[in-house]
């Protein structure tokens, strides 16, 4: 067999092992299965985030209790440590972390251009300093893909340019090397086990966006997101974007919202057609002591905690609210113990992802739309907008 | 029935409950079983401390997993904070931290007086300051006993002076509060589901340590522990002292060497008629980076363990060894996550109280003298000299 006729049979395999299959829609939303080689995710799902190769507080044997499928590791930080190769001689990520289910990584763009001041992009990539140590760095598609392909992620994501919202001029000029970007990705991917998942950008242009949704469509990716949300827009631009950028990527194939967000936000995206959403949000609100639900937020250091006998939130299954008192989680914030940081983010990130899975089922059985219109009247995460990325030097 | 036919109901249904059986023994050394209300305790056995009713960086879950049977908790940082009033109204410490177990707590009697100059002791008891907020107060025999009541732990330890261990003259004043502080606690104990234990102490003085056991074992607890060792004296003073209090203690009773130690501390212990220990070494090595073994530490900082795909210990059966390279640990610990941590605690946690189980079962089968012998000729850990007590502040 000549090289040619293998990697073209490395590819019929790769889009057999990525099919994406829709069971239900209601609406625009759509309940989905994203088949893997490292297991099926059904859609829409609700990714914790493992910045550095773990998801912060929490052990892979908790987080597959918790109920997690996918979960998503940051290049730019998993590059300058331990770095990529390293990561690949231990067998790559799924083995390094001992996460056995669906893996995701970002680019490291996202990352590479919130370094503001010690980062100089052109025509070919960018040049940047190391939030750990100032070493100068470059990373270009093929590098980034590179890294990509040695950390063995399931789905990897285009090297693109997440660009200010609000500046016409630059989105202009960000998302030609975008797109030019992400012609590159693809023709350097070879691994046939990875499912390279396109960007859409444009900031809150919605005739770049439209272009770009158009652009990136046409490029054959298996998958597609929509990057440089969440980034300080409004939520109504944010969900007049997805609208439209809903209208025109392609039906059958899976949609991912980078970085969002609350579970008001969620219900947002899928009523716009999205099926993968990943936040460093549980995580972070965990580690500063908050604690999330459907029906708000909990300071847990709050004093009204204090002598609370009941659950984080009573209707939960999560490990910390079938066993802890508020009042014992307060003990532990108020004694700093890391034990507070574990519970809360199994409680958190359990509220995210099943609230992903009873959507999903609310979508099967057709009753969508009424569980989106009663959450979302209740406008209880509405007023958040924190950004929900996880910025280089990272709490 | 009269009060007082009430009162000696209680006592002997409460003798019943702490039954102490011995299965086998080996020269001093004893395989046996405690039986508290909460669950047996197979001995020789290692507990988790859990200072502030948490195993730092450990579910209850975590420590099942691993084979925790019994923890400690200590009973001046739960006085402080959160008050054992609010754990009371909670339940009990078992209900509030979840561990359905047993549990011992101390009096508060060593951490007070390792207050050094913000304590004042009289013969009614100690008043000091706390390490949190300087406030004053005050701890009497019937103050600990009434706190460890509140509490709720299965083992609960009389109020005790630790002085410092070669000086005489102190050791004999604080020898006489001790035995007197002793009666106290045991004429003004009431919970039938607990067990007072007496605490031996004397320093490193022959004469008073024999008084001490003498006198203590004259009182009728149901078990004894020996105090104010692993607090600066030479290995070969605490194998000495050990020795003497052996000879002294009655055997059908358990005993508690306090705040002990390293797997060579265990064995040197079990061989001198020693059931019971704890120590704080586990997980504080765990948060300072280090891996316990019983063929030596591993500093997992190093470099040497940067790209090593071995797990901390080929032979170990916990979680962290099933699943994680040391290159994936340094990773971890490099990058700061709390995951090191617990991973760390797991591990280390696990070396001991599997090493006082595999010791239990040398003894049941006759080969516990070889075992020991073997492993005291390694001298592996026995430069090790660490304070093993948590001291107030904690770290």
């Known amino acids: 067999m000549s090289a040619e006729g293998q990697t073209s049979g490395q590819e019929s395999r790769a889009i057999q092992t990525f099919s994406f299959e829709i069971h239900a829609r209601q609406g625009r939303a759509r309940a989905g299965i994203f088949y893997t080689p490292h297991g099926e995710i059904l859609t829409p799902v609700f990714a914790p985030v493992g910045t550095q190769a773990t998801v912060k507080a929490v052990t892979p044997a908790q987080l597959g209790d918790l109920g997690a499928t996918l979960i998503l590791a940051n290049t730019y930080h998993l ?91 630059y989105n202009e000029r960000a998302l030609a090397r975008t797109h030019a970007w992400a012609e590159r990705c693809l023709k350097v991917k070879s691994r046939p086990d990875q499912a390279l998942f396109g960007i859409v950008q444009g900031g809150i242009f919605p005739d770049l966006r439209a272009e770009s949704a158009r652009f990136i469509s046409s490029l054959g990716f298996p998958g597609h997101a929509i990057g440089g949300l969440s980034v ?88 910390t609210c079938q066993k802890f008192s508020r009042a014992y989680l307060r003990h532990l914030i108020v004694a700093r113990e890391m034990l507070a940081a574990t519970l809360l983010s199994i409680h958190n990130l359990h509220t995210l992802v099943k609230l992903a899975g009873d959507i999903r089922n609310a979508i099967l059985s057709g009753d969508f739309e009424e569980f989106a219109a009663d959450f979302l009247n209740r406008k209880v995460w509405e007023e958040s907008s924190e950004t929900s990325f996880e910025p280089p030097g990272g709490e």
């Open 232 to 319: 300080g827009e409004t939520k109504e631009e944010m969900k007049s974007i997805l609208d439209l950028v809903d209208g025109v990527l392609p039906e059958g194939k899976p949609r991912y919202l980078m970085g969002v967000g609350t579970p008001e936000d969620l219900i947002h995206g899928i009523l716009r057609g999205v099926d993968i959403f990943d936040c460093v949000l549980p995580t972070r609100l965990a580690r500063h002591n908050a604690a999330m639900t459907l029906t708000g937020r909990l300071n847990l250091m709050n004093a009204t905690f204090g002598r609370d006998p009941k659950p984080i939130d009573e209707n939960c299954r999560c490990y």
């Open 79 to 169: 590059y300058l440590r331990p770095g990529e190769e390293l990561v690949a001689e231990m067998g790559g990520l799924h083995q390094f972390m001992q996460w056995s289910g669906p893996i995701l990584t970002d680019s490291g763009g996202y990352q590479v251009f919130s370094l503001a001041d010690s980062r100089r992009v052109d025509e070919e990539g960018v040049t940047f300093k190391s939030h750990i140590d100032g070493s100068e760095h470059r990373f270009t598609p093929e590098k980034a893909i590179a890294i990509e392909e040695s950390l063995g992620a399931d789905i990897i994501m285009a090297f693109d340019e997440c660009a200010p919202p609000n500046d016409r001029a």
